[in-house]
């Protein structure tokens, strides 16, 4: 299927496709969305028939456990004990 033109249309169950390409070009470029993806979508930058940029907002949560070795020492612990 070809779509002319740089836009949006609404696929099935949600999906998104964002396109871009020209009567002239064989190609394009596209890009389908998850229904979720779809809401943290902040912009839409398309460059050429080949390039586009798609830059969405999104929180990423990170966290750092500290692991216990088989003996149950953590390697804060062992660090200390052997005076590091």
């Known amino acids: 299927m070809k ?7 609404q696929l ?3 999906y998104e496709v964002l396109y871009s390409s020209s009567k002239s070009k ?3 470029a596209g890009v389908v969305l998850d229904p979720q993806w779809k809401e943290a979508v ?3 930058a398309r460059r050429n028939d080949q390039l586009m940029v798609v830059k969405a907002a ?3 949560i990170s966290s750092i456990v500290e692991r216990k070795n088989v003996c149950g020492v953590t390697r ?5 004990e052997q005076g590091m």
């Open 76 to 80: 804060g612990q062992k660090r200390k």
């Open 26 to 28: 064989r190609n394009g």
């Open 3 to 9: 779509w002319i033109g740089q836009s949006a249309r």
């Open 12 to 14: 099935g169950d949600g």
């Open 42 to 44: 902040v912009d839409v």
């Open 58 to 60: 999104i929180n990423i």
